[in-house]
């Protein structure tokens, strides 16, 4: 294993631009920051990764130890392979020229990155990551909302997003969550993040809620937006008959999303 002590120069300059965003980062904004190819970052993080200075995650990497990353980028690095069908089974529901809302989510994430294949999207969004991964690509207008920074999700919340989240119109807002109750729906640890899922709902013609089966189980304290303002759910495994017949009642559709079959 490679020793802290013998890193290279480029390694250390990693690590440095790691601090200088807070911990964390992409490695689209590392080789923007370090001025060489993501692949060069890729292989940076690979090595440090072995040292034990960092944590990679799905585009990215966060310090390890005392200074590890926000709680979004080890959330990225968690159930990366249910992330990537979820996202794949979502993306033929949102076409081009849709206006669609992306929240800090890590699944929500996944489905960014899918959203790639897309052209001439409109995409609001409270995330710094979801925005540096759509933004001026393939036509789509992209608008970040303000309000106060989260550096534990690197996103905004509070009054000022919410209302700027009311001022528009979305085709599909894009949702994650902490956990999804048969008895309130949506629920998260953070009651900002609540608040904002709230006033994307109501402003969406359609919700979809993208997550990982074991959210299922989960408990929160902030009850989100109203179970039957949620159009879709998307997981990687049917959900419990409990919640099954409370989707019936809410008129939620569910789509189970199916690793790819061996040869495609």
Known sequence: MPSLNNLSHRELALMEALQRLGGSGRSAE?????DVSEETVRRSIKSLAKAGAVERVHGGAYLAGPQAGPSIFRRLGEDTAEKKIIAAATLPQIQDGMTV???VGSTTSFVAEALRLRRDLVVVTNSIGVAQMLVNHNGSRLHVLGGEMSSDERGTFGPMAEQQAGRFVFDVAVLSA?????KHGLLFHNADEAQLAIAVARASEQVFVV????????????LGPSPQELD????D??????????MAEW??????????????
């Open 251 to 264: 008129g939620t559709e569910f789509i189970l999303a199916a690793p790819p079959a061996k040869g495609d």
């Open 211 to 222: 997550t990982a089966h074991s959210k299922f189980n989960e408990r929160a304290p902030h």
């Open 237 to 246: 495994r049917e959900p419990g008959k409990k919640l099954a017949r409370a």
């Open 101 to 103: 809302f992306l929240d």
């Open 232 to 235: 879709l759910l998307v997981s």
């Open 30 to 34: 590392l080789a923007k920051m370090l």
């Open 178 to 182: 902490d956990a999804v109750s048969s």
